[in-house]
Nanobody, 122 residues
Framework: QVQLVESGGGLVQAGDSLRLSCTAS????????MGWYRQAPGKEREFLAG?????????YYADSVKGRFTVSRDNAKNTVYLEMNSLKPEDTALYYC??????????????WGQGTQVTVSS
């Protein structure tokens, strides 16, 4: 079992930056693939970024955030981050952290946090 707690969300203006954190307990983040998702009202959950286990690391970024968002991991703090730059109003959503596996080119996330709200004003 992995328990995940997100933090760092808030209200910002367009063009600002924000860093989300996801702290895990139960298993080291280095042994899990970790991912970030978001869901805006009335929209489907969107897979934004992924980072595989700490061996031959594989990264994934959705086209909607590529070049603006960066996923990283601090194994000593058992925490995964999502650095978000050049934020846009359309980035407004509830952001979730997830833990699982990356195997045969597929991400699978059975463990989820409760989410942290990000609101970007224009």
């Amino acid at each position: 079992q992995v328990q995940l707690v997100e933090s760092g969300g808030g209200l910002v203006q367009a063009g600002d930056s924000l860093r989300l954190s996801c702290t895990a307990s139960g298993r080291p983040v280095s042994t899990n693939a970790m991912g970030w998702y978001r869901q805006a009202p009335g929209k489907e959950r969107e897979f934004l970024a992924g980072i595989s286990r700490s061996v031959d690391i594989i990264y994934y970024y959705a086209d909607s955030v590529k070049g603006r968002f960066t996923v990283s991991r601090d194994n000593a703090k058992n925490t995964v981050y999502l650095e978000m730059n050049s934020l846009k109003p359309e980035d407004t959503a509830l952001y979730y952290c997830a833990a699982g596996t990356f195997y045969r080119n597929k991400w699978n996330f059975p463990y989820w946090g409760q989410g942290t709200q990000v609101t970007v004003s224009s």
